[in-house]
């Protein structure tokens, strides 16, 4: 595939950013399964039905496998470099507001300070851009969604 650049609209900031090359994707990869990883699994176990990494999101879960999973989560951020992987994978994308790059710290914080939810939104995009076909029905997602427990679907009517 080649590199494509995508745009994407957070709020009121309209984002450019770059597909990683694979030889820059695949080390950042490694870092992110290392944070992401235990929680998955774990929550992986909470999931009812998800064929993607959006559904699973929104998928009925366990919440006490849930919470667990989020415990697992959160000490692997403290025990990883969670900012250095933040910046990594939007230095390597590419970033741009405006045709400027957002990596030196003074356009980075103009941008997050305060901000912080689109920062999330932008980690996300950047992910599901480079990593979607892992997260997504052909990787993670559908293997979830196989060996999530089968629920019945029950409707209720009221008269």
Not at 6 to 29: D, H, M, N, Q, S
Not at 76 to 102: F, N
Not at 117 to 141: D, Q, R, T
Request: no cysteine; glycine share 8%; proline share 3%.
């Amino acid at each position: 595939m080649p590199i494509e650049t995508k745009t994407v609209l957070i709020g009121e900031i309209t984002f450019k950013y770059t597909t990683i090359p694979a030889t820059r994707a695949i080390p950042l990869f490694t870092r992110l399964l290392h944070l992401v990883g235990p929680f998955l699994g774990q929550a992986g176990a909470s999931v009812q039905s998800a064929s993607g990494l959006s559904e699973i999101m929104e998928s009925q879960v366990d919440l006490g496998i849930m919470a667990r999973a989020v415990e697992k989560l959160t000490l692997q951020m403290h025990d990883i470099d969670t900012y250095a992987l933040l910046r990594d994978l939007i230095r390597e994308s590419s970033v741009l507001v405006k045709d400027v790059s957002i990596v030196n710290d003074d356009a980075f914080n103009a941008i997050f300070t305060a901000n912080y939810g689109a920062l999330v939104k932008l980690i996300y995009k950047i992910i599901e851009e480079n990593y979607g076909s892992f997260f997504g029905e052909s990787g993670i997602g559908g293997t979830l969604k196989k060996f999530a427990p089968k629920t019945e679907q029950t409707s209720s009517e009221e008269t």
